[in-house]
């Protein structure tokens, strides 16, 4: 039998583990969180609104919705999705998160949001997303998913 002794001190050291986890993480996610609105600032300012991107997503989903596609966005609206292998038209309900730029700001927001267990992103000089991979929760297998934007193409003049 374990003694009430024991117990108070696994709770206790177990409590400190646990502690010391949530301090080590909050520094990270708050990092994650900067490295995110200073991306995304820089995004705003470019003054792009026309673009295409290619984008693969890499996820534990169906086949339809990690093939690589293009995005055609106008003035900040979604035009077109098709994907790059075929020039088929893809279906835009496998692709929400990822039709423009904001919207996948918006997703990577929520990420962050939701405290994940791991979030590395890599931005371009505009700002942009171009890597994204992201563990929602380590004690779950196969929730995890990255973005890479492939090539990005501004059609609008403010580009730079």
């Not at 374990?2 to 301090?23: D, Y």
């Not at 995304?40 to 169906?62: I, K, L, P």
């Not at 086949?63 to 893809?90: C, E, I, N």
């Not at 929520?110 to 700002?127: K, N």
Request: charged share 20%; glycine share 4%; hydrophobic share 45%.
């Amino acid at each position: 039998m374990v003694s009430s002794r024991a117990v108070r001190v696994v709770v206790t050291l177990s409590a400190g583990v646990l502690a010391l986890v949530v301090g080590c993480r909050e520094p990270i996610a708050h990092t994650w969180a900067s490295d995110l609105a200073e991306a995304e600032s820089r995004w705003n300012a470019s003054g792009v609104t026309s673009y295409q991107y290619d984008v693969f997503r890499h996820c534990f989903c169906g086949s339809t919705s990690t093939r690589p596609v293009t995005v055609t966005v106008r003035y900040r609206a979604f035009v077109s999705l098709v994907y790059m292998d075929s020039g088929t038209v893809a279906d835009t309900s496998l692709f929400r998160p990822y039709l423009t730029m904001e919207r996948l700001f918006a997703l990577l927001h929520d990420v962050l949001d939701s405290g994940p267990s791991s979030f590395h992103a890599e931005y371009a000089s505009t700002g942009f997303p171009t890597v994204v991979v992201v563990d929602p929760d380590a004690a779950i297998a196969d929730e995890e998913f990255s973005v890479q934007v492939l090539a990005f193409r501004p059609q609008n003049a403010a580009a730079r």
